[in-house]
């Protein structure tokens, strides 16, 4: 892998991690296109994940912060919407913890499959687009709500299909409002992105390759930078009610995928 490379990985992985065009389907076809594969190198792909999670908790910092102080202090009645949260974000991540360690060599195969990749994101336009002709609701996430966006989630496993797609829509779908649904997304994907790397860490250590640690570096930063300015302009877009507009690029990527590659 070369520096530019690295940095066109980097760039593709923060630009789509956040906004709802899958970022795994993304990266799957970039690739095929580039013509190399970085899950050999490192698992260059955790890596670039690994940066777009710090771009949540820079951006979610004084959220995450009240978050931590409810864990700390639950005895306190304030902080109970707190403690609600933490455990809503708790059981909205089982169900892609639960898919991921069973299935997780089914799933790994679905990337080698750049067709099945565009399928995917085909399927992710749809159910985008169909967000476009819901009501903007006034509800609030629960534990029932939560899990069924966790469900969604777990769906995102596979290249293609959008982790923020999915989880935003399934909140839309709930009437959950546009803004807490969007939010909510950004929260959860903290433990599950957290957890793949701390089941892939012995893969990392054991793939070390120290003269790439440059390249690896220049996507990272690319990935950090691009995903914390595509975190912004997706609120934007989901607080204007455009959210269904990705639907169409979704669609587009996908066509574009079975017919090219």
């Known amino acids: 892998m070369d520096n530019i490379s690295a940095i066109i990985l980097g760039l593709v992985q923060g630009l789509t991690e956040f906004l709802p065009v899958s970022s795994s389907g993304h990266l799957v076809l970039a690739e095929r296109l580039i013509g190399i594969r970085a899950s050999t190198e490192l698992t260059f792909e955790v890596l670039l994940h690994l940066s777009t999670v710090l771009a949540v908790v820079i951006y979610f910092r004084e959220r995450l912060g009240r978050l931590l102080i409810g864990l700390l202090k639950p005895t306190e009645s304030d902080n109970w919407p707190q403690l609600k949260l933490a455990g809503t974000i708790a059981i909205a991540t089982i169900p892609a913890a639960v898919v991921g360690l069973l299935f997780e060599k089914r799933v790994e195969q679905t990337f080698n499959s750049p067709r099945l990749t565009a399928l995917f994101l085909i399927f992710t336009g749809v159910i985008l687009l169909a967000t476009g002709a819901i009501k903007k609701g006034n509800e609030n996430i629960g534990y029932k709500s939560g899990f069924i966006i966790g469900v969604a989630q777990a769906f995102a496993l596979l290249p293609g299909i959008s982790r923020s797609g999915m989880t935003i829509s399934a909140g839309l779908f709930q009437k959950i409002r546009p803004a807490e649904a969007a939010e909510f ?75 090219f590659i």
């Open 185 to 259: 997304s950004f929260l959860i994907s903290l433990p599950a992105v957290i957890g793949a790397i701390i089941l892939k860490s012995f893969k990392l250590l054991s793939s070390y390759q120290s003269g790439e640690m440059d390249h690896y570096l220049l996507g990272c930063i690319a990935a950090f930078v691009s995903g914390y300015l595509s975190i912004a302009f997706l609120l934007k877009i989901v607080g204007k009610g455009k959210f269904f507009y990705f639907g169409l690029y979704c669609l587009a990527v996908g066509l574009i995928g079975i017919i």
